[in-house]
């Protein structure tokens, strides 16, 4: 048991300062970007016809090492304070976030060496590539900026779903409106509303690719009483995240106290 | 009278808790929103094709239900306590704007059956349908991110309308300017003033679709300053509209007050 | 000189309450209107081919109101009581900048009369008519939305000027660095840095038309940069004018007050 | 000695307030921009042709200007109360970035020189004429503007460091799940994730030149989907110096103080 405690230790970062379980902690951060680099590298043709080796035995030193950290985290997750409280500690470890990612992160893996044994869809393996993005977030368990915006989402919560209902309600009328009044100049381009939405967001996001553009007057007037009055509700779920962020940087709530002298409310 | 009294308890959402008007408010949700994915694909050619009948028996199941709808509320309209004190509660509900939002619904449908007996333009036919969307707005109804839009826009009214001023006076000077500078070099872009206003939106929302670009020397000199100092004023009603609906979201009027002891105000 | 009086009266808006200096403000504002839709309308060619002697009308009343108001305002200058300490009280009137505005409304109309005499040059002619715009800033004496302008112009001057200065070295920087990076690549596009000065302002304004994109994978990793970077210090202008305007709007100017009991500064 | 201190007063900018000091650093000043507004018009293909002799004895005098300022700073530097402390003052002087900045601002020149001796690559001497833009830096000496972007950056370099590390992240994660949907669609435009990411930056800072656009039904749902929300992440750096360059154009640093009777803070 001792050594259990002692490999615990090891791997979580932070719960002890010592020099070896802060070199895992590095090597798993250098592994994890050594990974996300490859995955960009790999994409580009050029690179990819000269190292697809080197990528190869990245991809399978990387396997070798997250199955073990996989592996370690599990048999020593009863050492975890968290679920002191719980019978099954192991189980209740697994089903966390951080470890569905860690597994996720191998997984496709095997998949596809098991697939490999009989010919299959070549769109199958894709996706199953595909997962292997999944450990970029493997980074979150050493990244603080991302449980900010997880700490953000959560907060403002009612605010960003209330702010996207309002985005979606708003992109639907829009949408539906430019289309009657677009498809009959560009039947091709405003061919249908939902192709209609793809204008509508790109112009209320003031994004403005230019492959969609009313042509007709009472749609150019109608596309611009839309952009101005719109381009401020499209914003709304951007700015929340934004000054959600912002808040929690400037690492000040807004919490309000009352004067006992006046009664009033002041600055904390 | 009891049975109006229920009906209108049936029908009015959160005026009664009981278990039936939850059911027929999340059945007139449902047939709202199904109205709006119906309009939505069926202005796809390729889904219209295979399902228009199904779409036929949507708007006929629809129109019947929302008749039915709109009688009872008018028929139960005086059991309203909002209406206690005028005489012709009736009429007094059926001037309301959701009252009208609901007739208007449905009122389409009548008028294309009764055109359908004699053969018409078919522009006109079109227009009848577009009516239907209409029915989006009746959604408002249950879905309070409405009532709040509803509520900034009385509360910030003077603002945007003063905001909205200045728009258009920026914009017919910037684009009488960047016609005179333009028309010469572009005469089939930068045709004429109003044709010019077009290249403002899209400049001055920082849409900037890409299909009039100024190409004199003086043209873009005054359009990179135009951007510049421009962008901020036409970001002044989005930005008042999204700072109001912020300012609800979080549920802070700020509000002054002043304190007793040294005059000052104080939030609350 | 009770003629004058009253004459003054009639012309200087809220100075009396009287209903004919109201209704002679509203002709006043109407025809500044008139002029403005005609400037408009008569770029649009098909309009100005049916209606051009209508516009020559429009023009020829206008000019005529136009001088008896400029003529009047001078002659009643003296009364103003802004004027009362100053000897030449006409003159300095008539170097106000309304009174200029008023000037050039109408002098170009002479000028192109006197001209007319002997044959010009067709651009010279056009100059003149362009001066016509200036009637558009006639209707700052009754539009308060353009004092607040003003004001905000004036109050925040320190700030926009630092603001600009920061721009324009950003500009420079940027446009510079820009161009060594791409002409090689694209010769005909970012020909000098003048013309990638054009590209900045497009990507730093956000507004992206199109018609400059960096090709070079070192032109893009720079320009994205520049971009992320960028966009904050070149919305600060905009910002500044935006943030000044929504104060005035909300009629709070920021004054804070020291608390008598802490010393602490509060709201007022 | 006397000379020394008398010829540092006379270099250092408020150091003295007599008019020579003045006259010099004006001319300094003056000498920087005519340096860029050679840089700029030297771009210019035609206007080079006509003055390249003008540029060649622009560049001349400046370096010869520039060569005495530089020696001259570094003979005074002992006079300089800000290294009173050290005993190699000229080098602690000679190592600070001004220094750098003044060192670099001629060297270009020599070695170019140098360089002419023997028939070298025409892409050094490019890169050698690209350092004469550090000779803008120089004006930051008498710009506060650039003193206080400095000051915000160190301020806030801890925030923009984490907004920056966000923003990777996001454009990493995006990019690559957008290649992978649009790269079978788009072979040549979404042709690996690292050219993805030009995508990603024009789409997240809105500036949608429109030369890569998703095509398929799921890359324009996740683009628009992206787009919508990861704007507001994007607006972070930019937002962070923004803001902090309006907090410090306003004067205000937001410091907070306790009052004595309630305990709660004060803006002071």
């Not at 959560?154 to 992109?171: A, D, G, N, P, Y």
């Amino acid at each position: 048991m001792r050594l259990r405690k002692w490999v615990f230790n090891l791997l979580e970062p932070s719960a002890s300062g010592s020099r070896a379980s802060k070199a895992i902690e590095l090597l798993l951060i250098t592994l994890i970007f050594l990974n996300i680099v490859a995955i960009i590298l790999e994409s580009v043709k050029e690179i990819n016809e000269v190292y697809a080796d080197f990528f190869h035995e990245i991809e399978y030193f990387s396997v070798v090492i997250f199955t073990i950290e996989y592996a370690l985290r599990i048999w020593t997750a009863p050492e975890n304070p968290k679920f002191a409280k719980f019978r099954l500690k192991r189980l209740q470890y697994g089903i966390s976030t951080m470890s569905i990612i860690d597994l996720f992160s191998i997984l496709p893996y095997y998949v596809s060496i098991a697939l490999n044994l009989v010919p299959v869809d070549l769109r199958f393996i894709r996706v199953i590539r595909l997962f292997r993005l999944i450990r970029v977030l493997k980074i979150a368990r050493y990244l603080k900026a991302l449980n900010l915006i997880q700490a953000v989402l959560r907060e403002r919560k009612e605010q960003i779903v209330l702010s996207v209902m309002f985005i979606v309600f708003l992109l639907v009328m829009v949408s539906t409106i430019m289309y009657y009044v677009e498809h009959d100049a560009q039947p091709e381009k405003f061919s249908s509303i939902p192709a209609t939405m793809w204008w509508g967001i790109e112009t209320l996001t003031t994004v403005g690719y230019g492959d969609m553009i009313p042509s007709t007057t009472l749609g150019r007037i109608l596309g611009g009483a839309i952009a101005i009055l719109g381009i401020g509700l499209f914003a709304l779920p951007a700015g929340i995240l934004s000054s959600g962020l912002t808040d929690h940087l400037h690492g000040n709530k807004k919490k309000y106290k009352r004067c006992p002298h006046c009664g009033g409310e002041l600055h904390e």
